[in-house]
């Protein structure tokens, strides 16, 4: 099954995310193999770290719980929220066979929340630019709650682009890298 956990940071906590910068990579390195993208999100000045995303491909929903929640910035007070969703990957591939690569361009965190009927649950006409991109869904997987896509875009406007106009109940676009070590 796969999940898309954002784990959001907590206003000021730079600092801890710091100190706890090792504990975070070894603890995602035990899951190398079941990641398919994962990265940072960043403020408007495009260096600050603001969240964190994961998409992860689990056994069941009780090992996405463990997850998100055993992580070490999680459990040091780092985050102050976490967005856990069942996420179906429409594209059938990791972050690591986008063809655009790691680096080169701006890439983003798109975001779109669902209110009514589903959207968006076909791939877009321009996938090349896709390096991520899947339905959010309920726990029980049979429920659509939104959209998730980590793009490559020129801007905001056109990262926000990916989703179709006013059938969202809110968007949110962020700043986003490619993480792991380097």
Do not use: K
Not at 126 to 149: M, Q
């Amino acid at each position: 099954m796969e999940f898309f956990c954002y784990h959001r940071d907590r206003v000021g906590s730079l600092p801890l995310r710091q100190e706890l910068g090792e504990a975070h990579w070894a603890y995602m390195d035990q899951y190398e193999a079941e990641l398919i993208a994962r990265g940072p999100t960043f403020g408007s000045d495009g260096e600050t770290p603001t969240g964190s995303v994961h998409i992860v491909d689990l056994p069941d929903s009780a090992a996405a719980r463990t997850f998100a929640f055993d992580e070490p910035n999680y459990q040091a007070g780092v985050y102050r929220d976490v967005l856990l969703r069942r996420w179906r990957n429409l594209l059938g591939r990791t972050m690591w066979d986008f063809p655009g690569g790691s680096s080169g361009g701006t890439r983003f965190l798109v975001l779109g929340f669902g209110s009514g009927p589903a959207v968006d649950l076909d791939m877009p006409y321009d996938r090349d630019e896709l390096i991520a991109y899947g339905p959010l869904l309920s726990d029980d997987g049979d429920v659509w709650v939104g959209t998730a896509a980590l793009v490559r875009a020129p801007d905001t406007e056109a990262a926000r682009g990916v989703l179709t106009r006013g059938r969202y109940a809110d968007v949110e676009v962020h700043a986003w890298a490619f993480g792991g070590r380097r």
